[in-house]
């Protein structure tokens, strides 16, 4: 149980395009979604907080106008990367909370390789 | 903001011995939770602990959660190949609020 996925897992785009990443929990509902991005052996760098059917919580120097976060049901969160630049180059991975009586863990999928020309 | 400070930094071992890490904050957190990230992939939740004290086992992982509730650690006995990775620890105060991260502790394991 608590399987969340990400997609593409990979992409190549050029500058100037947009990008959007798919993440859902696939054999649960998440009223929360979280969005990180990490580079090469560093942390996590939570970037917003998404709860469905609301408008996201941006973190602090996170650009809201670059990267559009949309939660429209409780097993689907999407990230688009407005218009490409190559220090958006990154690792994104998405993280879901389950609802319920004790499972307020994060689950995490598996990344999208970002990788911007 | 709040800060985990996650130790060592890495480790490079040999198969079969044992590893321990640890993370220590300023702050009081009510849950610590570990997690080991593969190369390329997302980090998977290993050991969730819930209460001060409270010392829990997944098969060769221990973790506690410290009494001050400002610490954690995490053992891993008789380590093997597959244990490389990426190991995060993590922590919150609500259950609703998001979780803080450390930096992590990068193990190699040499067979």
């Known amino acids: 149980g608590a399987v969340v996925s990400q997609h593409p897992s990979r992409v190549i785009c050029k500058s100037g395009t947009s990008v959007k990443i798919e993440c859902r929990s696939l054999?649960?509902?998440?009223?929360?979604m979280f969005w990180y991005r990490q580079f090469p052996k560093q942390s996590l760098m939570l970037m917003a907080t998404s709860n469905e059917g609301s408008k996201a919580t941006y973190e602090q120097g996170v650009e809201k106008d670059k990267f559009l976060i949309n939660h429209a049901s409780l097993t689907l969160s999407t990230l688009t990367v407005a218009s490409a630049h190559p220090e958006d180059s990154s690792f994104y991975i998405c993280?879901?909370?389950?609802?319920?009586?004790?499972?307020?863990?994060?689950?995490f999928g598996p990344g999208t390789r970002l990788t911007v020309t | 903001g709040q800060q985990l400070n996650q130790s060592p930094q890495s480790m490079f071992i040999q198969e079969g011995e044992d590893v321990s890490m640890n993370c220590t904050s300023s702050s009081i957190f009510n849950t610590w939770l570990w997690y080991k990230q593969d190369p390329g992939e997302g980090p998977v939740l290993l050991i969730a602990l819930y209460k001060a004290g409270e010392l829990t086992s997944n098969g060769r992982l221990t973790a506690q959660f410290g009494i001050t509730r400002k610490d954690s650690f995490l053992n891993i006995s008789a380590s093997i190949p597959s244990d490389v990775g990426i190991y995060f620890c993590a922590a919150r105060n609500t259950n609703a609020g998001k979780s803080t991260f450390g930096d992590g502790t990068t193990l190699t394991v040499k067979p």
């Open positions: 993280s879901a909370r389950e609802i319920g009586w004790k499972a307020f863990e994060q689950y």
């Open positions: 054999d649960f509902q998440a009223t929360t």
